[in-house]
């Protein structure tokens, strides 16, 4: 991911004329958010590594957990802790109103510093998971 912004920035660096190319500030904060989104799955999957013992396995399960956890992102009472939601949030507004007054659906937008919140708290569950099943696994 961090090559593939790089190659992004280096194109856009090149192609962009005039003043109106970036500071390094603001590339920075084009880099750091997909990071971090990036360090978070990471982490869960070397969860999923560390207790499965099985590369294709925690593939898989690490997908299937993404893709339940969009859909559990409609449940409001799951939205507040959605990495779904958290990383709309940290790339902008990105919100929908799908509830059709059934109270099912994200029509809350979830904050910066919260989303910022969220996406660190599920990497640290990951990487303590991760460290637990390396640890005391097969010990």
């Known amino acids: 991911v961090a090559v593939i912004i790089g190659v992004w920035v280096g194109f856009a660096y090149l192609l962009t004329e005039g003043s109106v190319g970036f500071s390094a500030i603001d590339w920075f904060g084009v880099a750091w958010k997909p990071l971090l989104v990036q360090l978070m799955w990471v982490s869960l999957g070397l969860a999923a590594m560390a207790w499965l013992r099985s590369t294709g396995l925690s593939i898989g399960i690490v997908i299937a ?75």
Do not use: C, H, K, Q
């Open 65 to 139: 957990f993404s893709f339940g956890e969009g859909i559990l992102a409609l449940w409001s009472a799951y939205s507040s802790v959605s990495l779904s939601v958290a990383t709309n949030a940290l790339f902008g507004e990105i919100t929908a109103d799908v509830s059709g007054g059934i109270g099912f659906g994200v029509s809350e937008p979830m904050s910066f510093a919260t989303a910022i919140v969220v996406v660190l708290v599920w990497t640290a569950i990951g990487a303590g998971a991760a460290y637990t099943g390396l640890r005391y696994r097969d010990a």
